[in-house]
Structure formats: C-alpha cells, structure tokens
C-alpha cells in the first residue's frame, strides 16, 4: 500500500499545479482508470491490475 500511495503522489499529485479541486478530482479519476488498466506493474509481472483480476474472476455457469 506504501507503493501506491508514493505513485500516486510522484505520479498524480505533485506531477503539476492544480487549478482547482474539480480539476485535481477529475485528474485522479483518469489517474486511477490508467493505473489499473494500462500502467504494468512490476509486482504483477508487469501486467496490469486489471487484466490479473479479469483473469481470476470465475466464468459464470447458467
């Protein structure tokens, strides 16, 4: 969790000045969306969150 949040400061929060806090919050929003979906992670065998859990989520059986 320390990980995350050191990213998420480097590369979200102190990456540029912002204008206002609507403009921090709609940043984070496409910050977190890259993050788990298109940013590898070294941990995951550089893959992304996303795909790890897209891969683990059981097929549904009807």
Do not use: C
């Not at 403009?23 to 992304?48: E, K, V």
């Amino acid at each position: 969790m320390e990980r995350f949040h050191r990213i998420l400061l480097e590369e979200w929060a102190y990456i540029r000045p912002w204008q206002s806090k609507t403009q921090r919050g709609d940043a984070y929003t496409g910050f977190i969306q890259f993050y788990n979906h298109h940013r590898a992670h070294g941990a995951l065998g550089w893959d992304t969150p996303f795909s790890i859990i897209k891969d683990n989520v059981p097929e549904e059986h009807t």
